[in-house]
């Protein structure tokens, strides 16, 4: 079981780190796969009532790897920690399978009651972004992703992104991609793969302004096409009166350059 564990997880890393070439450097070469190979002992001892030997166990996994987990953490398949220099998982946190979790990650508690769930608990697919901070006993969603840097004090739902200090929770909707983020998007979701938890469109201000810049060219479309609907009907009205209405500074063409605007703001 335990070998068959580990094999699981260096076919993980070789999938989804482009810098892993083979099975033997990741085996001797990857901290995170020896700190979670060194927790499922640390846990078996937990769980066994050997607590004190769990402890001893995940402090030298802390000292080969610089990653400090505690033994009675959850832990699922698939999991990946990248780098892992300096990251934290606190007692009761629960890691999903499939999840990514970068260097500097702390899953954090935020009360002192023994006994309860101080920690988070991470969803399926869950990627958390370098030196992110998720504190405190609630969950972040299935496939959500935490950006680097981030400080996370609340639920984020599943297929969500939470960015910035504090958090700021970006709900995944639908939009209109050019051909080449779409492609991007696409290989990125096969590999299982979104650096440190960020791709494009996460940013929230920059979405505020393409949202703006979009509104603004389509009302001035509308603008236009009224101006042009009003000229039509005066010089179809034959008569100096009606075109004497419509103004010489009236604007019937558009010079509103929303893609150069939003190509600023990516």
């Known amino acids: 079981m335990l070998f068959a564990r580990l094999r699981e997880d260096i076919a993980c890393i070789l999938e989804r780190d482009p810098a892993a070439r083979t099975a033997w450097e990741v085996l001797t070469c990857y901290p995170g796969l020896h700190a979670l190979a060194m927790h499922r002992v640390a846990h078996w001892c937990w769980t066994h009532q050997l607590k004190w030997l769990g402890r001893w166990i995940s402090h030298w996994a802390r000292f080969f790897s610089g990653i ?21 998982v606190g007692e009761t946190a629960e890691i999903g399978d499939e999840c990514t979790i970068y260097q500097g990650v702390t899953l954090g508690g ?10 988070p608990t ?5 990627i958390v972004g370098a030196n992110a901070q998720v ?14 840097n981030a400080v996370v004090t609340k639920p ?13 929770i970006i709900v995944a909707k639908a939009t209109v991609m050019d051909e080449k983020q779409a492609e991007r998007e696409a290989i990125a979701a096969r ?31 509308q603008i236009t096409l009224l101006w042009q609907a009003i000229r039509t009907l005066a010089k179809d009205a034959q008569t100096e009166d009606a075109r004497c209405c419509l103004p010489t500074d009236a604007q019937t063409q558009e010079h509103f350059d929303a893609e150069g605007l939003n190509r600023l703001v990516k």
């Open 135 to 148: 504190l405190g006993g609630f969950t972040v969603g299935d496939g959500a992703r935490v950006g680097s």
């Open 122 to 126: 991470l969803g399926r697919g869950v």
């Open 191 to 221: 590999m299982g793969f979104s650096a440190y938890g960020v791709t494009e469109g996460d940013d929230p201000l920059s979405q505020a302004l393409r949202g703006l810049i979009d509104n603004a060219s389509g009302h001035e479309h």
């Open 110 to 119: 935020t009360s002192l009651g023994k006994g309860t769930k101080r920690h």
């Open 156 to 168: 984020v739902p599943p297929g969500a992104t939470a960015v910035g200090n504090p958090a700021r």
């Open 68 to 88: 400090e987990i505690h033994p009675g953490a959850k832990v699922g398949r698939r999991v990946f920690i990248d780098h892992g220099m300096g990251v934290v």
